[in-house]
Nanobody
């Protein structure tokens, strides 16, 4: 059974940092681009960051550029999202996802494996 399991969410004050992890099991995603998305209450799921299969290329939403960093460790079959200078508007459930191909993409429908999500709450 293929699974993506996120961890590392929690409650943090504005200006603080969190590091999210996404561990894959059941298969390797070394040939797939990986992405992070988030969904706040009452809002649609939105793209946050993506990384190519090689890890060389990354892409960020404008709202997180310069504050968040996506990375991957192929040996551990794990993807990370380092989040710094967090703001209350970053509060959401964060989802990890695996794309159907290797190049980076921000399109939700390009991702066919999703984790269950981890809650990130930033207090002001």
């Amino acid at each position: 059974q293929v699974q993506l399991v996120e961890s590392g969410g929690g409650l943090v004050q504005a200006g603080g940092s969190l590091r999210l992890s996404c561990a894959a099991s059941g298969r390797t995603f070394s040939s797939n681009a990986m992405g992070w998305f988030r969904q706040a209450p009452g809002k649609e799921r939105e793209f946050v960051a993506a990384i190519s299969w090689s890890g060389v290329d990354t892409y960020y939403a404008d709202s997180v550029k310069g504050r968040f960093t996506i990375s991957r460790d192929k040996a551990k079959n794990t993807v990370y999202l380092q989040m710094n200078s967090l703001k209350p508007e970053d509060t959401a459930v964060y989802y990890c996802a695996a794309a159907t191909y290797g190049s980076i993409t921000f399109r939700v429908n390009a991702y066919n494996h999703w984790g269950q999500g981890t809650q990130v709450t930033v207090s002001s």
